[in-house]
């Protein structure tokens, strides 16, 4: 038993090395959260185990998710299929959601499935997308795009290809070989009708935009809109003027002093914010948690000292 359990680690850590993620997240354990929503196709290979309870009677019951929890969720689903970080996914999604796009979320997808590492898992050429990055990044692919004559070696996985890019797996032995066996083990895959490769010379071109019902993952557009838009979606530039004027409030270290902003003016005056302690601590908020016990700013002869 403890032989076995030597193997298994060191098999393990050899294919962390070779397939490497750029989520770094267990795989495991994104299965046993994620997978209960929808299948994450290019995500593993390896299925889900489903672990054996030592304590059966000591399980706690999952918790209900709440609305943002749901779209986390489906945003999750999309990042580990595609194998990008939230940097990378926030850049598509601002290029999407651009003035004058009709269906962003398709946009999205199909700049996603637009990616080289994703023609390549799509062609049959690694099990999972981690593996097509590493299979970019090792050189093993050639692409010609627009006016170029001959292929060139490319090794950047985020590459989108343009439509009539021809892709193609490096002609030499070793490459060669490594998409071969790659192809042998995947077996005969589903190609999308945007895609031709043939198996034989390993070549293919990309030659049109991916059609909405022939995603490599099946997605809740509706929370995807959610996650993206609204209080919790973007973070857009916030931007305040003087009021009545087109000045810009500048946001800029003053002291620790809150800006000017209508806002904070109105949020001073009702004493709420001021959460200082001791010393510091405003009149306004002598004595009282809640309501201002008086108003600092209020100059009256009818008030009480």
Excluded at 95 to 120: C, H, K, T, W
Excluded at 137 to 149: N, P
Excluded at 262 to 272: A, D, F, S, T, Y
């Amino acid at each position: 038993a403890a032989n076995r359990r030597m193997q298994q680690k060191r098999s393990g850590s050899v294919l962390m090395r070779y397939f490497p993620s750029a989520c770094s997240t267990p795989r495991q354990k994104v299965l046993r959260r994620l997978e209960v929503f929808g299948e994450i196709p290019a995500w593993s290979r390896r299925p889900l185990i489903k672990r054996r309870l030592k304590l059966p009677w000591r399980t706690r019951q999952t918790p209900k998710l709440s609305y943002f929890g749901r779209y986390l969720v489906e945003k999750q689903r999309v990042r580990y299929h595609y194998n990008v970080k939230d940097k990378q996914l926030k850049f598509y999604v601002m290029r999407a959601f651009r003035r004058g796009v009709d269906y962003p979320i398709d946009n999205l997808m199909q700049q996603l499935e637009s990616r080289l590492d994703n023609y390549v898992w799509r062609c049959g050429l690694a099990p999972t997308m981690a593996a097509a990055r590493h299979f970019v990044r090792e050189g093993h692919i050639q692409y010609k795009t627009g006016s170029m004559t001959d292929f060139r070696t490319i090794n950047i996985p985020s590459c989108r290809l343009k439509v009539g890019d021809q892709v193609r797996v490096k002609p030499k032995w070793r490459s060669q070989q490594f998409g071969k066996r790659n192809q042998e083990d995947e077996g005969p895959v589903t190609m999308p009708q945007h895609i031709t490769w043939d198996r034989e010379t390993m070549t293919g071109s990309y030659d049109d935009v991916c059609d909405v019902a022939e995603l490599g993952i099946d997605v809740n557009e509706d929370h995807l809109v959610m996650r993206f838009t609204g209080p919790f979606g973007l973070r857009q530039k916030h931007v305040r003027y003087y009021e009545g004027t087109n000045r810009v409030i500048k946001n800029k270290y003053n002291g620790g002093k809150p800006r000017s902003t209508p806002e904070n003016v109105l949020n001073m005056k009702r004493g709420i914010g001021l959460n200082k302690r001791g010393r510091k601590r405003p009149p306004a908020l002598w004595g009282r948690r809640n309501k201002p016990l008086n108003n600092p700013w209020e100059t009256t002869r009818s008030l009480r000292v």
